[in-house]
């Protein structure tokens, strides 16, 4: 079964490769896309953006669209329905071109010493993920979202839990959002 995808603005593959790209998956997040992106661009000027809109109903994409406008190294990919993070994800890879890719929510729940310290791994080892559990996280929750999370978190606790048995991980934090 072959999807095939509306890719925007892939980069033109002679153009120097960034020492970092940024992977934004994201879904319904019309109302912090912008701010999320204007913050990535100020923390990380020379790094490529790679938006994948994962068929969201809202504004998202117009927005991602309009940030790549005003900054050229920005890629912008509409998934043309729901997928899951992965897909969206995966349809990323098409863009890529830095040497060390970090993928990002768009919340940022991570800010921008987190990133760093991922980016910075990446010269030392094949992956790095974020961990919210580690006791030095800096992961932070918006106080308007606290009880959606206390709930999400019970679940994700027990789907993450699942997911380390099954596939035998020793990683706690299999769904962070910084990787």
Request: glycine share 6%; hydrophobic share 45%.
């Amino acid at each position: 079964n072959v999807h095939r995808l509306k890719i925007e603005g892939l980069p033109d593959p002679t153009s120097a490769a960034p020492a970092v790209t940024l992977v934004v998956p994201c879904f319904q997040e019309a109302s912090i896309l912008t701010q999320t992106l204007e913050r990535l661009a100020s923390w990380f000027p020379d790094a490529q953006l790679v938006v994948v809109d994962d068929g969201s109903r809202d504004a998202t994409a117009a927005h991602a669209r309009a940030f790549a406008d005003r900054r050229p190294a920005t890629d912008v990919i509409v998934l043309p329905r729901n997928e899951g993070k992965g897909r969206a994800v995966a349809a990323a890879c098409a863009a890529v071109r830095g040497a060390r890719v970090v993928i990002v929510d768009a919340d940022l729940a991570y800010g921008e010493a987190s990133i760093r310290r991922a980016v910075a791994a990446l010269d030392g080892c094949d992956m790095a993920t974020g961990n919210r559990r580690h006791a030095e996280s800096a992961y932070t929750v918006p106080v308007r979202l606290f009880g959606f999370l206390y709930r999400r978190h019970v679940l994700g606790w027990i789907f993450n839990r699942a997911v380390r048995v099954l596939l035998g991980l020793r990683q706690r934090d299999t769904q962070c959002g910084l990787k």
